[in-house]
């Protein structure tokens, strides 16, 4: 059984940081590339960032980049988001991806590309 598990969100002041962490169970992580959505109230899911199976290519939103840092620990089954500098509209539920590849160094950023997803985790930033 497949179990993507986030956790790490949690209410911060605007500039604040948050660490999210997603364990990843009943498969080869290695074998998945990963990545981050988020879906504010009232709004459709976004992605967020990605990262290929390797770790060594990543990807980010516009809205984040700069501000966000995306990573994996493979030998430990978990994948990592760094948020800094938050701001009020980072405020959302954020969600864990991943999707088999056969490329070490590729990612999808469409949420339609991805097999695999965890419940999510709330991340709110208070102005």
């Known amino acids: 059984q497949v179990q993507l598990v986030e956790s790490g969100g949690g209410l911060v002041q605007a500039g604040g940081s948050l660490r999210l962490s997603c364990a990843v169970s009943?498969?080869?992580?290695?074998?998945?590339?990963m990545g981050w959505f988020r879906q504010a109230p009232g709004k459709e899911r976004e992605f967020v960032t990605a990262?290929?199976?390797?770790?060594?290519?990543?990807y980010y939103a516009d809205s984040v980049r700069g501000r966000f840092t995306i990573s994996r620990v493979n030998a430990g089954n978990t994948l990592y988001l760094q948020m800094d500098t938050l701001k009020p509209e980072d405020t959302a539920i954020y969600y864990c991806?991943?999707?088999?590849?056969?490329?070490?160094?590729?990612?999808?950023?469409?949420?339609?590309?991805?097999?695999?997803w965890g419940q999510g985790t709330q991340v709110t930033d208070s102005p």
């Open positions: 991806t991943a999707v088999r590849m056969q490329s070490s160094n590729t990612y999808y950023i469409t949420p339609s590309a991805y097999d695999y």
């Open positions: 009943g498969v080869t992580f290695s074998r998945y590339a």
């Open positions: 990262i290929s199976r390797s770790g060594e290519n990543t």
